[in-house]
Antibody, heavy 124, light 110 residues
Framework: QLQLQESGPGLVKPSETLSLTCTVS??????????WGWIRQPPGKGLEWIGS???????YYNPSLKSRVTISVDTSKNQFSLKLSSVTAADTAVYYC????????????????WGQGTLVTVSS | QSALTQPASVSGSPGQSITISCTGT?????????VSWYQQHPGKAPKLMIY???NRPSGVSNRFSGSKSGNTASLTISGLQAEDEADYYC??????????FGGGTKLTVL
């Protein structure tokens, strides 16, 4: 069974870059039929998809965040990462990483395993 | 890319059935059979309950079922139990290779 764990700073200053890493255990990040995604949830609010990546580096991003988001993968460490630039207080949220398993053409498959989430606060 | 529309809250008594709707457009819910539903208890990560409109992952109770008609998807929970009290989110694949979530519905078991 896959396990995912987010890690990174819990406090980021406005205008700086938020950086998080998701470590995958229980299976290889390089397996076919898996994408790996980031989702966030502001306190007391709903879920928002940020973006997803395949082990080859192929990515999909939420158009509303695309200009500020970079998702990358390190297969040697079984990790994938999120960078969100020029953050503001509106980026304060619990950030989740999750696996997406599937086989259909859409690639953006359901999120079947989730990390526990990590709260990132944007404040000076 | 707008969020899918869900009722803010629904409620039901133990043993009853409830349905949560998720309304989108022909560019997301109505255009593809790729709607998922997630359950989230307070302070916990979401859990996948339904995928591809009506499929249940292994281990999910058959009290949970999904359907779709036009631009609206629905999650039905039958035989409500206290443990079903949680927030529920729908999600859909959308055109231009994106994913969109609903605003969430708080289920209260009376």
């Amino acid at each position: 069974q896959l396990q995912l764990q987010e890690s990174g700073p819990g406090l980021v200053k406005p205008s700086e870059t938020l950086s998080l890493t998701c470590t995958v255990s229980g299976g290889s990040i390089s397996r076919s039929s898996y994408y790996w995604g980031w989702i966030r949830q502001p306190p007391g609010k709903g879920l928002e998809w940020i973006g997803s990546i395949y082990y080859s580096g192929s990515t999909y991003y939420n158009p509303s965040l695309k200009s500020r988001v970079t998702i990358s993968v390190d297969t040697s460490k079984n990790q994938f990462s999120l960078k969100l630039s020029s953050v503001t207080a509106a980026d304060t949220a619990v950030y989740y990483c999750a696996s997406q398993k599937g086989s259909t053409w859409i690639h953006l498959w359901p999120f079947d395993y989730w990390g526990q989430g990590t709260l990132v606060t944007v404040s000076s | 890319q707008s969020a899918l529309t869900q009722p803010a809250s629904v409620s039901g008594s133990p043993g009853q059935s409830i349905t949560i709707s998720c309304t989108g457009t022909s560019s997301d819910v109505g255009g593809y059979n790729y709607v998922s539903w997630y359950q989230q208890h307070p302070g916990k990560a979401p859990k996948l309950m339904i995928y591809d409109v009506s499929n249940r992952p292994s281990g999910v109770s058959n009290r949970f079922s999904g359907s779709k008609s036009g631009n609206t998807a629905s999650l039905t929970i039958s035989g409500l139990q206290a443990e079903d009290e949680a927030d529920y989110y729908c999600s859909s694949y959308a055109s231009s290779s994106t994913l969109v979530f609903g605003g969430g519905t708080k289920l209260t078991v009376l």
